[in-house]
T-cell receptor, first 115, second 116 residues
């Protein structure tokens, strides 16, 4: 049962344009959603997160939108740069009553930004 | 966030041998660490939660006798793949929850295990 889904395996965008990466989830108990950037043979790097009680969080070129009723979130990168090319993972946290909850990851989306 | 060091970055071993992977939290005392596994072009799958001073909590389907986890101190967790087989070949990554969910969890650089 895939609780976090990224249905687009890849996305190709022109430099300077907007990149929109999508993520859907099924578990209503998730309380935080996080986006990570990952290069091959490296660990993921944290980008931005959003609490389930908010609908938008912005940090520089990165904005995450959360539509709780649709169980959908998206990451907007604008303007996109060639250095943004990487695999992007959506992750969701289920605190489960603990201080630090477990993260469930989506399958990832390969973003390619063309010069 | 924490600074996490994971070693080795790459290891090749023969079938039947055991391999130990270390995850160190260099500047943060971690009572909890997480171990993930990633198959090529797939998601990161949580294997187990490592708890300092107590037994690890394994996810469903993960063999605890095959993937031994030890979290003896607040800065070190180890994952030992015992009696490795080629199907254990994968990318293993540890994670330290630090700074809360707002700032995200810090991941190690990962270990590429190849069993021949």
């Amino acid at each position: 049962d895939q609780q976090v889904k990224q249905n687009s395996p890849s996305l190709s965008v022109q430099e300077g344009r907007i990149s929109i990466l999508n993520c859907d989830y099924t578990n209503s108990m998730f309380d935080y959603f996080l986006w990570y950037k990952k290069y091959p043979a490296e660990g993921p790097t944290f980008l931005i997160s959003i609490s389930s009680i908010k609908d938008k969080n912005e940090d520089g070129r990165f904005t995450v939108f959360l539509n709780k009723s649709a169980k959908h979130l998206s990451l907007h990168i604008v303007p996109s740069q060639p250095g943004d090319s990487a695999v992007y993972f959506c992750a969701a946290r289920d605190a489960g009553g603990t201080s630090y909850g477990k993260l469930t990851f989506g399958q990832g989306t390969i973003l390619t930004v063309h010069p | 966030g924490a600074v996490v060091s994971q070693h080795p970055s790459r290891v090749i071993c023969k079938s039947g041998t055991s391999v130990k992977i270390e995850c160190r939290s260099l500047d943060f005392q971690a009572t909890t660490m997480f171990w993930y596994r990633q198959f090529p072009k797939q998601s990161l799958m949580l294997m187990a939660t490592s708890n300092e001073g107590s037994k690890a909590t394994y996810e469903q389907g993960v063999e605890k006798d095959k993937f031994l986890i030890n979290h003896a101190s607040l800065t070190l967790s180890t994952l030992t793949v015992t009696s490795a087989h080629p199907e254990d070949s994968s990318f293993y990554i540890c994670s330290v929850p630090s700074g809360g969910a707002i700032y995200g969890y810090t991941f190690g650089s990962g270990t590429r295990l190849t069993v021949v």
